[in-house]
């Protein structure tokens, strides 16, 4: 990675960056309701390994892999976008793609990223959902990011975006998060190293995250969307 | 996300028409019990408001608003804060501009939206990517020391209200000193004094709010 692409890519993956995901916990915040007790390091790090694995990697990651080699094409996008959305079993899940996705949108498009205005305006107009994965590989394609460190960077962002939802739930300290995150980040990189066929197509497989998605939706009191 | 949580997507491109203004506040100071004072004002004057809540782990401010019958319930959003009151209002507000996005695209000839963030603290301040202004709310009730903390939002803010006066003699607050402190700390820029439940000083702050961001009222 030359020293453009590594900046982008902390630029993107930066908290500085608005996306509006800091509001997501991707079902983590029901993690307690689900096992009945308080989730620890290990659970949080089994948890968030399972999404890596057999969401994530299976299915978000390979819609943005080929969003990005859609380079622009949006009705080609928009095809991979409700094929995604249509994939997701948790609904908690599948409208907070959209609504993390729509928070991207909104600020590439007040950043003039191109292609930004008009996925939002078919998105906006119900001709696609705006699922994250999409989102991300629409415009980080069209901001220069390349294909694997578009894909890495959405990776690391669910993995630490997971861990500072664990800490600011009081989980997990920062220290500890830290301790978690290696193994993680390893486990990234090995669903990463997995080629995206041109006709792959998402098929992720996470219950136990979906039911403790479901289960955060119906807490009385929640910190996160979803 | 719940039921007043903003559609999951986003409103058509659309300009900013509305104003949009903030208002922030330590827990309890009287945030909501402010907009509850000012939205019957602002019909009287035939401005069209809607409200987006940041409520931190309820959308408790959001419903109570929607059930005043002081504004129509889908004038109401509630914005999760995902446990950072002062992230989804200054380091990445994004969420609450979606929400503006979505009332301002929802009801054509909307003047203004009020941004309520959840309770905070007094180093809690707005982005002005978010809004075109914004009020700080205290209270006498939080002690009469607080201007002297010189807490950013009491600092920094463009109108300090400092609610609950008519408190001030049960809760052991020299009002006068406080106030002259306050006007001290923030070099003259605007203060009101207001009492929401006693509707002292609303129609103060609706004038405030109108010449700042709506000159044609």
Redesign the interface.
């Known amino acids: 990675m030359d020293a453009s692409a590594l900046l982008l890519a902390l630029r993107f993956g930066d908290?500085?960056f608005?996306?509006?995901g800091?509001?997501?916990?991707q079902g983590l915040e029901g993690l307690g309701a689900v096992s009945g007790a308080r989730p620890d390091t290990d659970a949080i790090a089994g948890f968030l390994t399972e999404q890596v694995r057999h969401r994530w990697g299976s299915a978000e990651r390979v819609t943005l892999v080929q969003c990005h080699r859609g380079d622009g094409d949006l009705d080609a996008i928009a095809a991979l976008d409700h094929d995604l959305d249509l994939s997701s079993f948790s609904e908690?899940l599948r409208?907070?793609a959209?609504?993390n996705g729509?928070?991207?949108?909104?600020?590439h498009?007040r950043l003039g990223t191109p292609g930004a205005?008009a996925y939002?305006?078919r998105?906006?107009?119900?001709a696609a959902?705006?699922t994250l994965a999409a989102v991300q590989g629409l415009l980080w394609r069209a901001s220069g990011l390349d294909e694997a460190s578009a894909a890495l960077l959405a990776g690391y962002q669910l993995v630490t975006g997971g861990l500072t939802?664990a800490t600011?739930?009081g989980l997990i300290g920062a220290l500890g998060a830290q301790q978690a995150m290696p193994a993680l980040l390893a486990t990234v990189a090995a669903v990463c190293a997995e080629p995206v066929a041109s006709d792959a197509e998402p098929v992720g497989f996470s219950p136990f995250s979906d039911i403790a998605a479901a289960r955060q939706?119906r807490l009385?009191?929640?910190?996160?969307?979803? | 996300m719940n039921d007043l949580s903003p559609s999951r997507q986003p409103v058509p491109p659309h300009p900013a028409n509305a104003a949009r203004i903030g208002i922030g506040g330590p827990v309890g100071s009287g945030k909501t019990a402010l907009i509850e004072a000012l939205l019957p004002v602002f019909q009287r004057r035939g401005i069209s408001v809607a409200v987006v809540t940041n409520d931190l782990v309820t959308a408790e401010d959001a419903e109570r608003l929607r059930r005043s019958g002081i504004i129509d319930p889908a004038r109401v959003l509630a914005v999760e804060a995902g446990a950072c009151p002062h992230t989804v209002i200054r380091e990445d507000p994004t969420l609450n501009i979606l929400a503006a996005d979505e009332l301002d695209a929802r009801f054509p000839g909307l003047e203004l939206v009020i941004i309520e963030s959840g309770g905070d603290n007094l180093a809690s301040t707005f982005s002005l990517d978010l809004v075109d202004w914004w009020i700080f709310v205290i209270d006498v009730a939080g002690g009469g020391d607080i201007p002297r903390k010189r807490g950013p939002g009491v600092l920094q803010c463009d109108l300090l209200v400092v609610n609950k006066v008519d408190l001030a003699p049960h809760v052991g607050v020299d009002l006068d000193a406080m106030l002259e402190e306050a006007r001290a700390v923030r070099g003259g820029s605007p203060l009101l004094a207001t009492a929401c439940r006693a509707g002292i000083n609303i129609e103060a702050v609706a004038d405030a709010i109108c010449a700042a961001v709506l000159i044609r009222r």
């Open positions: 908290t500085a608005p996306s509006g800091f509001a997501f916990s908690p409208l907070g959209r609504r729509a928070a991207l949108l909104a600020t498009l205005a939002r305006a998105v906006a107009d119900g959902p705006g939802a600011r739930l939706a009385p009191l929640r910190l996160f969307s979803n």
